[in-house]
């Protein structure tokens, strides 16, 4: 098993900062919950450094901002759908040979409202969840154009 990079952890640790920052200054009320911009960072971060990070900038920057904006209750479940989506998009990204980004951005992005939904139906009844779907689908697709746009634009420039 390789090690991991001190270069590699502060970029990752630095991915989930702007998790973090995106998730809470970019909130739009929704019915349920909020719609923010963290998704687009945290898929950028899969599609530009791979599944690993796609999971701990997802996961732990994600849950984070639960955490510091008052969702604390949300930051396991926040945890496990986002790295999740992050690690989804970065396998999927991988397996494509790295030339589709919508292909692999957009399933991460319907997985993390599935698994939003799953969650939250044992938390509000399957009626109570369902109304969380649309904005979270919402999310997940602005997340993954977003992050499409960043790994297009800047991604390939900074890898060189």
Excluded at 37 to 54: E, R, S
Excluded at 85 to 104: M, S, V
Aim: hydrophobic share 55%; glycine share 14%; proline share 3%.
């Amino acid at each position: 098993m390789r090690k991991i990079s001190t270069k590699e952890i502060v970029t990752f640790a630095l991915l989930m900062a702007l998790t973090i920052v995106m998730t809470i200054l970019v909130r739009i009320p929704s019915l349920h919950g909020y719609i923010n911009l963290g998704d687009m960072v945290l898929l950028f971060a899969a599609l530009f450094l791979g599944k690993k990070a796609g999971f701990f900038v997802g996961g732990l920057g994600s849950a984070l901002a639960d955490i510091i904006i008052g969702y604390a209750y949300y930051a396991p479940i926040t945890f496990v759908v986002k790295g999740l989506q992050g690690y989804i998009c970065g396998w999927i990204f991988q397996k494509t040979g790295y030339n589709k980004p919508f292909l692999a951005a957009i399933p991460a992005g319907i997985f993390m409202a599935l698994g939003y939904f799953i969650a939250e139906s044992f938390m509000y009844g399957i009626a109570g969840a369902a109304v969380s779907i649309p904005g979270n689908l919402l999310q997940g697709m602005v997340g993954a154009l977003g992050a499409v746009l960043l790994q297009k634009g800047i991604g390939t420039k900074i890898k060189k």
